[in-house]
């Protein structure tokens, strides 16, 4: 475990939250870049991430994916295309496919059991990130191969959460990322920086549930207003406080796998590269088949790269390499995760 929660206080933290622009805020991310070479080495994991549908029962006040937006045309991609998508980024080289969609009850859990089943037997570690579902679902994907799965919390704060979130609350949200820690899942949990109600009390909340968690993968990405939704009016959150909340977690929690997320490159045409220098990990570039892309809209002016996916993948090891370090080959489970149950290392499940 890091020095940092433990040996600073939370007043010194509170301070530094404050002061993200500060040259104390600049020091610690340097130490965050410095633990995670020490911890993971220079190497960062892309994974291939596939946007399958763009339904969402859910009305998250910041996302342009709510279901109150009847501006947004919805997609949903086929099994077969899903399945397709994956194989197309395996045989690019991507060896993690992440699945992700609004929380859309048209794929059953057994339909995702299926699809899960059919990637692994391409050879492919899968993510999940369909968010809340039955925990018999979790179990059943789990068992069909799946080895993660990502859920942010999204704000510490039950109350915020409860205005964020209509008909969703904090305390759920946790139970579900318990059981799927139990269900032996590396857990991604990770939070929005600069949301409206936000405060830096809150952030050292985030910081301190995600640890308490010891959540194997965390995203953390600044707010960006939506103009569908009912936050329209308020400021993005700031690319200095997420790459000082990047720098915290991994202070926190050494080994974890963060990504430098599209958010931030959303935001900031350096993004990934900073995001990268404040102790983030992994980069997931967009699998997601062209026609679709434009309409998985959580925010306005993703970050969509206009080139080939192949194209993509070959500049995003270009730009990881200018940056002295290098793509991983490996699987790219969390260390800790692997000597806690298994003794080989990889792919033995
Ligand atoms: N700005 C930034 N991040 C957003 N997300 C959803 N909407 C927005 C937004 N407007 C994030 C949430 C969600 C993840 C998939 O995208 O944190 O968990
Ligand atoms: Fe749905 Fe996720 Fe957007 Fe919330 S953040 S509306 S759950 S897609």
New binding site residues.
Partial sequence: MSALINAFNEQFLLEIIKQPDSTQAAEIIKQADQVRTQTLGATVQLRGLIEFSSYCRNN?A????RRENRSLPRYRLTPIEIIETAAHGIALGYRTIVL?SGEDLFFTGKMLTEIVKEIKKLGAVVTL?VGEREVKDYEAWRKAGAERY???H?TADPVLYQKLHPGQTLSKRLSLLQALKQLDYQVGT???VGLPGQTPATLLADLQLTKNLAAEMV?I??????LA?P?KEYP??TTSLTCLMIALTRLALPYALIPA?T?LASINSQGRELGLAAGANVVMPNLTPWKYRADYQ???DKAISGAEDGETRQKMIEKITALGREVSDTSGHHPLWLTDSRDDGENNI
Avoid: D, V
Wanted: proline letters at 10%; one cysteine or more.
């Fill in positions: 998250c910041y996302c342009g994916l992700q990130s990502l859920m942010r999204e990770g939070f929005m995203g990405g600044p707010f960006i207003p939506h939704t936050l993005a959150g997320t958010a959580l925010y306005p």
